[in-house]
């Protein structure tokens, strides 16, 4: 079966989308099926040489084309969505017919999809990481742009042959707006043979690392405002930001402002390299902006942290909270800048065991295993009608 992958990120961009979709197409390779990614070049900070040892797979054939970024070197907005969705719609059209299409999120590039697919009369699946049009209307955009963002994405999610979903909240709103039944849940995961607790580990003070997207709905600010509180405590305490997002300006302004030589901000990095942060910390952070529509979320940087060994403090409510409680993987707290400081001081307060770091890492193999999820994903491929 010949399957082709679209989507605006894929590896070795450090992104949940692209650790999925590159699970997914390393399995479906591993299924003996021709795989064909349609995506974009690589940001210039990433290095031409990861880029080069991704587009070298046998098994996986990576079609990269340019594609307008923002100054932070991401696909974000909708004109450089454009410039990748207007550009697919023709790679689909005049590509060798796929047996399957996978796509995913914005909407945008869904829409494309389903009128691609239809004229080549081939069954596509949507991979729902989550719901953009409530994502839009929870951040305040304009009334107008909701309602064409929702318009987009019903049509996408109705025309899909399958719709897979990351969470249970995801897989409820999508049968609503896709108005069938054919969707299947296969929960993020993450790659536990570069997210381990063994390799490289950084000497330096006691350090909490935020690794991954910091967009407004996350609210990560929480624990840029705790920090004020922590060094009182712990005057050598440090917070590390690794990744970018459209809150990352608005963090680097207010840690200006309130501890500005304790709280660093570093660009993307290759997923090595996160992993080697993550397991230098004592503490892995992850939050979610509670009531507005994310509740259901469970953040693919969480099992990062705890694939490293290292113990993941959650500030917000919703699905996380069940995941680390579960898991014995961390604590979770409200999303209140008192409750976070006093959990970062205690989290910093000493290094976590070798004994506590195997058993959080352990716990994610067997529970949050990408190449597991993968697999599974591949599954629901090959079942498309």
């Known amino acids: 079966m010949r399957v082709t992958i679209t989507s605006r990120i894929f590896a070795p961009e450090p992104a949940a989308a692209a650790y999925r979709l590159s699970a997914l197409a390393t399995a479906l390779a591993d299924a003996g099926h021709e795989v064909t990614v349609l995506t974009t070049r690589t940001p210039a900070a990433l290095g031409r040489a990861e880029a080069a040892r991704v587009r070298g797979s046998g098994r996986v054939r990576v079609r990269r084309a340019p594609v307008l970024r923002d100054a932070a070197g991401q696909v974000r907005g909708y004109v450089p969505y454009l410039s990748f969705d207007v550009p697919l719609f023709f790679r689909l059209l005049f590509a060798p017919r796929a047996d399957r299409i996978v796509t995913e999120p914005p909407p945008t590039t869904g829409f494309v999809v389903r009128l691609a697919a239809a004229l080549r009369r081939t069954p596509y699946v949507y991979y729902a990481a989550d719901v953009w049009s409530d994502a839009a209307e929870s951040t305040g955009a304009p009334r107008p742009v909701v309602r064409f963002v929702r318009w987009l994405e019903r049509r996408a999610l109705r025309g899909a042959a399958e ?223």
């Not at 929960?187 to 490289?200: L, M």
């Not at 000497?203 to 690392?209: E, H, L």
């Not at 997207?213 to 009182?232: C, N």
């Open 163 to 385: 719709v897979i979903a990351v969470t249970d909240g995801v897989a409820e709103r999508v049968r609503e707006l896709g108005g069938h039944d054919r969707v299947a849940l296969v929960p993020n995961g993450v790659d536990t043979e570069i997210f381990t607790p063994d390799g490289p580990r950084l000497s330096g003070p006691p350090t909490a690392v935020y690794a991954g997207t910091t967009s407004e709905w996350q609210g990560a600010d929480v624990f840029v405002r705790a920090m004020p509180a922590v060094l009182a405590a712990i005057p050598d305490a440090r917070l590390v930001f690794v990744g970018q997002g459209s809150a990352r300006a608005e963090l680097e302004r207010l840690a200006s402002g309130l501890a500005r030589e304790a709280i660093e901000f570093r660009d993307p990095v290759p997923a090595a390299e996160a992993a080697t942060a993550l397991r230098s910390a004592r503490v892995g952070l992850v939050s979610l902006q509670p009531g507005i529509g994310y509740d259901f979320a469970v953040p693919t940087k969480l099992f990062a942290a705890a694939a490293c060994g290292t113990p993941v403090l959650f500030a917000g409510t919703g699905a996380s909270v069940a995941v680390i409680e579960s898991g014995g993987i961390g604590r979770a707290v409200d999303h209140d800048v008192a409750d976070v400081a006093g959990a970062l001081m205690a989290a910093l307060a000493s290094e976590p065991s070798p004994l506590e770091r195997r058993r959080t890492a352990e716990w994610v193999r067997q529970h949050a295993s990408i190449a597991a999820t993968g697999a599974k994903a591949a599954l629901i491929v090959e079942r498309a009608q």
